[in-house]
Structures are given as C-alpha cells and as structure tokens.
C-alpha cells in the first residue's frame, strides 16, 4: 500500500510542477503579445498555487524567489500597459526576507521605479531610503542616485538634487 502512495503522490508532485511551469510559460507569452490583462491574471493565478499549494520539491527560499518572481513579472507586464500605480501597488507584495543583496536589489529597484513613475515622489525617496538601508552592497545603491535625483527635483528640493547631483558626476 505504501509503495502504491509513494507512487501517486510522487506523479502529483510530477503533475503540479509541470502545471506550475506552464502556466507561467503561458503569462510570459501573453505579456510578450500584448495581452497585459490576460497575463496579469495567469501571473497572479501562478502567485496564488504557489502560496495555497506549495511545490513539495522547493526549498523555503526557491518558494519565496517564485513568487518574487511572479510579482516581478507582473510589475513588468503593469508597466509595460502603463499602469504604474497598480505596478507601484504590486512591488508592495515583494517578500524581501533573508534575501541577500543580490537577489534583493533588483525588486527594490522595482519599487523605486514603479513608485517614480506613478508620480509617487516621496515614496520613491522612501523606497530608495530602504533600499540604502537593507542592500549593504554600496556598489548597488550608488547606481540609484539618478533616480533620487530625478524624485528631489520633482519635489522641488532643488538644493539636494543639485548636491546629490555633484557627487553623481564626479563618480561617473
């Protein structure tokens, strides 16, 4: 009877993998024909069976990056109909636990992005404070400074653009 269990339960796991790939296979080929809403819910479908029904053969972590990864995929699709307040609304849901500066870095860049392009200024600069505070890696907040520059100009805080902006030029 075991044996017979193992059996199926290992072809579910088989089943819910392949299913699990696909479907986000079938979000990316929808954003990529324009089809932003179609594969706005096959991101959020492929989000929602990996929150309710976890795959058995992924670590914690490999969970955690999947669905990052959905609601990255989703941020990209949502920008690129233009919808930047719901993109900038979506980054809310990245899961940045125990992630290292790496694989951190490119979602909170996401999210000071979004958060600029939704006219969202102040909570650009906020994001990028967050940023500068959790990614340790200098070398990746440094390439942030245009964006901090371009959200303190738009707040008409012309002064610390304008220092921010020295610093940048004589870096690059």
């Not at 992924?58 to 990864?69: D, G, H, M, P, Y």
Request: glycine share 2%.
């Amino acid at each position: 009877m075991n044996r017979f269990y193992s059996i199926c339960t290992f072809l579910c796991v088989l089943y819910s993998t392949n299913v699990f790939g696909q479907d986000f296979h079938r979000a990316d080929s929808l954003c990529k024909q324009k089809q932003y809403a179609s594969a706005l819910l096959a991101y959020e479908q492929v989000y929602f069976e990996l929150s309710e029904f976890p795959d058995t053969l992924l670590s914690v972590t490999q969970q955690q990056e999947a669905k990052n990864r959905c609601i990255l995929k989703k941020v990209y699709c949502q920008k690129a109909a233009g919808k930047f307040e719901d993109a900038s609304r979506t980054t809310l849901r990245f899961d940045f636990t125990n992630l290292s500066d790496s694989v951190q870095y490119p979602l909170r860049h996401e999210s000071v992005v979004c958060a600029y392009l939704a006219n969202q200024y102040e909570d650009a600069l906020a994001q990028l404070q967050q940023m500068k505070f959790f990614v340790k890696d200098s070398t990746l907040t440094q390439q942030e400074d245009f964006w901090e520059i371009l959200a303190l100009t738009q707040l008409k805080r012309y002064d610390e653009a304008k220092s921010l902006f020295k610093h940048y030029c004589e870096r690059k």
